[in-house]
């Protein structure tokens, strides 16, 4: 993973000891709320409902074992034991105390992390795909150009003040990991008709109270105009892009009244008088590529034959290596998924014993390496087959090994009222509910792939608007009710999902999730999954039943 040089680790620290001074000159009153509002929100801080939030940057999901000590370190002292995995790859914590915050990002900065531009109209956090550089679908390592446009994106002084926040994301492989197509910009590693690779752009996609799908704007871009023509995409946004209404300053909604053909003119209009002022080097791609080398695997790994013996005799081992680890282009070694899904934990949540614990695992199954998912759990890319059952072993005494990756509750899910000072609903509570309703592993086996995305507001931070069956929490009067999506996709095929009716009570939400459910089980055909079966039939047998008592 990319290791810090002398000028990234003082800009971190520089930054750190000038937000010290921010927050020590508010909280004496020389700074007014309005002064050090964008101040806090440049390195992470929310005001939320009961306290602080702070949010910490996990740079494509990549983080080691050493960051996870010290995130532990951060949850025992500054806040209530646990820190809280998000969608975007990032780590947040809930209950720091505002004058503690810079004591946080000292800390941070000495294992080479810090909250810089994860909050505010600024180009945010760069996403990938959590299997990048081990999946056996990669056409290109795509964590390179992560990190090459991670430093390009950081304190950026031409796109400091944006219309709205920005976010990009990267995938190398034919499977879209990434949700590329609902960022402000994805870019897809491709081939082109000779076999070189580029960059396939997309524009315009984002989720919140308007989802978009994003849209190609250029088809092929030689590796060496990558920077320039984000930087081109991101000028255009930065003139045109609304600033008199929030809820229209995104880039999507630049584009969709621009229209594609006009915006892409306006593009490459500007990154023609541009384009060979920022080219990338291959040497330059070739120095951050060193730093994302293969670990060195074992050759002999592919020899073992324990695994076949340990999944005969055990059969709930063989059923969490069914649903919990991914194919690795290494004979012999598995991607490995951590779920933060067990039933009776919010989605995301991890202990500082849980951190600590998952530290040490890495360093010996893992080479000190753990990533992070766009649906809230943890990956360790790199464990031998022959180590499985052992770390299994380990990963459900830390109830960490539910065997529940790309099922029903394997639930997307944001902190809705019992954090959020935006939310209009809970969602936690309800997760649990449903959770606790769909308690028979064989049955949520039996259903395969369905992706709850669970949302207590337009914002969308648990992708509602994607989620096979979505949920979204609204305010009706001072009373907490939910309106359900079904047939969303942020994968290759991205797609939103269409609203079922009207909204339901809180007290229904779990009765209509599993009536959907056993709907698709009774009309399904065989191996159909949930996802085709509603391209198939539509939403009526749904609402049909959902709707029946109404």
């Known amino acids: 993973m990319y290791q810090y040089n002398e000028i990234d680790q003082k800009l971190v620290d520089e930054r750190v000891a000038q937000f010290r001074r921010q927050t020590e000159r508010f909280l004496k009153g ?43 370190h951060i949850a025992r002292k500054y806040d209530k034991g646990y820190c809280h995995f998000t969608t975007r790859q990032n780590i947040q914590f809930n209950w720091p105390k505002l004058e503690e915050v810079p004591d946080i990002l000292a800390d941070l900065a000495g294992v080479q992390m810090h909250a810089i531009q994860t909050s505010g109209n600024c180009m945010r956090n760069t996403t990938s795909d959590h299997l990048a550089g081990v999946c056996v679908d990669e056409i290109e390592d795509p964590r390179p150009y992560c990190e090459i446009i991670r430093q390009w994106t950081t304190l950026h002084p031409e796109f400091d003040y944006l219309p709205r926040k920005f976010k990009i994301a990267v995938s190398g492989a034919l499977h879209d990991r990434a949700a590329t197509q609902l960022h402000d910009i994805g870019l897809h590693l491709v081939k082109n008709e000779a076999g070189v690779v580029g960059f ?5 996609g984002g989720l919140g109270r308007t989802p978009v799908i994003g849209q190609v704007i250029r088809p092929y871009l030689e590796k060496k105009y990558l920077l320039s023509y984000l930087e081109a995409i991101l000028r255009i946004y930065n003139l045109y892009g609304r600033r008199d209404n929030k809820y229209k300053a995104r880039i999507k909604i630049l584009v969709k009244e621009t229209g594609l053909e006009e915006f892409t003119r306006q ?26 080398a293969a670990p060195p695997y ?13 999944q005969k005799d055990n059969p709930a081992f063989a059923t969490w290596f069914k649903y919990n680890t991914a194919n690795h282009k290494i004979p012999g070694y598995r991607a490995v998924f951590l779920s933060l899904k067990a039933p009776e934990v919010p989605p995301g949540d991890m ?110 931070c648990a992708h509602q608007s994607v ?8 305010d009706k009067k001072g009373t907490e009710w939910y309106q359900l999506t079904l047939g969303g996709s942020s994968e290759n095929e991205a797609a939103l999902g269409e609203r079922l009716g009207p909204a339901v009570a809180k007290n229904e939400v779990t009765k209509a999730i599993t009536t959907i459910l056993d709907v698709y089980v009774k009309q399904r055909l065989e191996e159909e999954s949930f996802l085709d079966m509603v391209k198939r039939v539509g939403i009526d047998p749904f609402k049909e039943k959902v709707y029946a008592n109404h």
Not at 45 to 68: D, E, V, W
Not at 200 to 204: F, M, Q
Not at 298 to 310: F, G, I, N, R, V
């Open 298 to 310: 074992d050759q002999a790994a592919a020899l073992d034959e324990s695994l076949a013996k340990h």
């Open 30 to 72: 020389e700074l007014s709320e309005d002064q050090f509002r964008p101040l806090r929100l440049r390195n992470g801080l929310y005001i939320q409902t009961h306290a602080p939030m702070l949010r910490i940057a996990g740079p494509y999901g990549l983080l080691n074992s050493k960051q996870f000590r010290t995130l532990a």
């Open 467 to 474: 989620g096979h069956i979505g949920i979204l929490g609204v």
């Open 200 to 204: 396939k752009v997309l524009v315009g």
């Open 351 to 460: 202990t500082d014993t849980q951190l600590d614990a998952v530290a040490d695992l890495a360093d010996r199954y893992s080479f000190s390496q753990i990533r992070v998912t766009h649906r809230q759990n943890l990956v360790f890319a790199d464990v031998k087959q022959e180590d499985l059952f052992s770390l299994w072993q380990q990963l459900d005494q830390l109830k960490l090994a539910t065997p529940n990756i790309g099922t029903v509750t394997d639930m997307i899910c944001c902190p809705g009222l019992d954090f959020c000072s935006l939310a209009n609903a809970g969602s936690i509570g309800v997760a649990k509910e449903i959770n606790e309703a769909l308690d028979d592993m064989d049955y949520i086996h039996d259903i395969g792939d369905v992706k709850i995305n669970m949302s207590g507001c337009m914002n969308g």
């Open 267 to 292: 593009v490459e209009q500007e990154w023609q008088q541009t384009k060979d002022t920022l080219v990338l080097t291959d040497e330059r791609i070739d120095a951050i590529k060193t730093h994302f």
